[in-house]
């Protein structure tokens, strides 16, 4: 088994040889503008998962992923002779979810924006349910003055006992 590391080599690899090879195997005009996100390969390099994103409309992303599925052997074929290693991964396409997460992450936000709007324009016109300074101070000087002698009085004292010899 390869280790994560060579692994994640062989992605990059992967990724970038995927990306530079799309428009020259795929010589159809009907290709949208794919961009590949992420390629994982498995720790004994036997099967790589390529995540990409359409740029479009529903249509554009069919078409793109039909073409990239009829075309997979001729793409797995270029990466095989351009990586230079015994086993060449199959290769599994993925349409990424990044550009409808992050839609709605963008909702999500507006939404927090326009809420956080609303209680600043409550918060506005508020009033205190009380004091605005619920806090006791000692305002006056004869209230902040601590009592100068500390020790306790001559009479509390313990007694002493005489009576032993």
């Known amino acids: 088994m390869a280790d994560a590391a060579r692994a994640r080599k062989v992605a990059d690899r992967i990724k970038t040889l995927i990306a530079a090879g799309l428009d020259p195997i795929i010589k159809d005009p009907d290709l949208g503008f794919v961009t590949i996100t992420d390629v994982r390969v498995t720790n004994d390099l036997q099967h790589a998962s390529v995540f990409y994103t359409v740029f479009g409309d ?10 990239l599925e009829a075309n997979r052997g001729k793409l797995r074929s270029h990466v ?5 290693i015994r086993l ?14 992050a839609a709605h992450l963008e909702v999500l936000l507006q939404e927090a924006r326009e809420r956080d709007a609303e209680v600043a324009a ?10 605005t300074d619920p806090y006791r101070r000692d305002d006056e ?5 601590a009592p100068a002698d500390t020790a306790a009085p ?9 009576d032993r010899p």
């Open 80 to 84: 095989g002779k351009q990586l230079g």
């Open 122 to 131: 409550a918060a506005a016109g508020a009033s205190y349910a009380g004091d």
């Open 141 to 145: 000087a004869g209230d902040a003055e």
């Open 58 to 67: 529903e249509d554009q992303r069919a078409k793109t992923t039909y073409l």
């Open 88 to 101: 060449t991964p199959s290769l599994e396409f993925i349409a990424d979810a990044i550009p409808e997460t």
């Open 154 to 162: 001559a009479d509390t004292a313990a007694p002493a006992d005489t």
